[in-house]
């Protein structure tokens, strides 16, 4: 098993739910829906059973950066390559009202080079059991009563134990979104497309500068 270090992770959220995302673009903790909510992901607790959601740019010798978007929480991951760079953010709309269908959703978007991509939820903390579903360039995660869609515009596969995997090739100054919400969530573009996550973006960066304005905190 292998562990990162609590300082490796960065914090992302909604008011709602948070979630952690490590130094290897993996998100390794993340409740759904609530704060209070049984565990999606997990591998901060048990790397092998607790399900994570990581896309990397990868080779040896990759080096990470990590920042926050300045005065706001939304949070991006850096893989300087011998020849490039990668760029991931990481961010969950906000100040949506409760019946907008980007109100539960976890936004990835990343540009440049060949990426890799798995996606391996662990419903209840790894006790409930998932039935995976691939339709299209959407993978339908099912457990109990939750069902959970991750929408891309690449081709997904995924493996007998129903871990979601993606490998592609990014051209300078292409990008590509990832989609993780509520499979019933109606009115949401399936797959998601570039402008959509554009303007979910904006109004995130929005959210936190207009309640960092207002915030006494000194």
């Not at 300082?7 to 959220?13: Q, V």
């Not at 961010?91 to 978007?109: E, N, T």
Request: aromatic share 10%.
């Amino acid at each position: 098993m292998s562990y990162q270090p609590i300082e490796n992770y960065g914090i992302i959220g909604n008011m709602r739910t948070v979630a952690l995302v490590s130094m290897n673009g993996s998100i390794d903790w993340y409740c759904y829906p609530q704060f209070d909510s049984p565990s999606i992901f997990g591998a901060i607790l048990d790397d092998k059973k607790g399900g994570r959601f990581q896309i990397s740019a990868g080779a040896d010798g990759v080096r990470l950066k990590q920042v926050y978007w300045p005065s706001t929480n939304v949070w991006v991951t850096r893989f300087l390559l011998v020849d490039g760079i990668a760029e991931l953010e990481d961010f969950m709309p906000v100040g949506l009202p409760s019946d907008s269908p980007g109100h539960h959703h976890l936004c990835r978007r990343i540009r440049c080079v060949r990426i890799s991509v798995s996606c391996r939820p662990a419903f209840d903390y790894g006790r409930q059991t998932r039935d995976t579903q691939i339709k299209a360039n959407t993978a339908i995660f099912k457990s109990g009563n939750v069902s959970l869609a991750l929408s891309t515009n690449v081709p997904l596969s995924n493996d007998e134990q129903g871990e979601v995997s993606a490998e592609f090739v990014l051209a300078e100054g292409k990008s590509q979104v990832f989609i993780l919400r509520d499979d019933c969530a109606d009115g949401v573009p399936c797959p998601p497309s570039e402008k959509g996550a554009e303007e979910l973006l904006r109004g995130a960066v929005k959210f936190w500068h207009d309640w960092l304005s207002a915030c006494a905190y000194q």
